[in-house]
């Protein structure tokens, strides 16, 4: 049959088995050295990265849904990693910040899943590794 699926050779089914293993490659810093959730610790990052957010800006950031980025909030805050306060703006939302012992436990992590990202991708040249990321921005763009 000539319109078989080879997913050997079928680039977005190559493309998820990778996702899915990278992301358990770096899973094994921030689940096995601190026990936060897949999901816990992309809250937390993105957290940081804009340092006021709201949960609708997680799930935007993220691409997680609203019950993931809801258990995680809930999760990090009630381990005292973040702080919510109401939402100036839309006072239906909370904005969420990371507290003090939230900013410390990213701090701990980010060296580290730097550390694997680099381990990870040492087997390519420099060169590849630029092209590779600028592969991927160009596709991520094409889905939007």
Known sequence: MKNNLDLENF???????????????????????Y??????WRALAAIAQQEQITAKDI?????????QVSRAIAKLSDNGYVVQ????????????????S??????????KVLEQEKALLENLTPELQKH???ATKVLNDKLR
């Open 11 to 33: 680039f977005p089914y190559q493309f998820s088995i990778l996702a899915q293993k990278m992301s358990e490659y770096i899973a094994q810093i921030y689940r096995h050295e």
């Open 35 to 40: 026990g936060l959730s897949r999901f816990e």
């Open 59 to 67: 799930m935007q950031i993220t691409r997680l849904d609203k019950m």
């Open 85 to 100: 306060s109401a939402n100036k703006i839309d006072r239906r939302s909370s904005t969420l910040s990371l507290s003090k």
């Open 102 to 111: 939230g900013l410390s436990l990213y701090r701990k992590i980010v060296p």
């Open 132 to 134: 590779f990321i600028e």
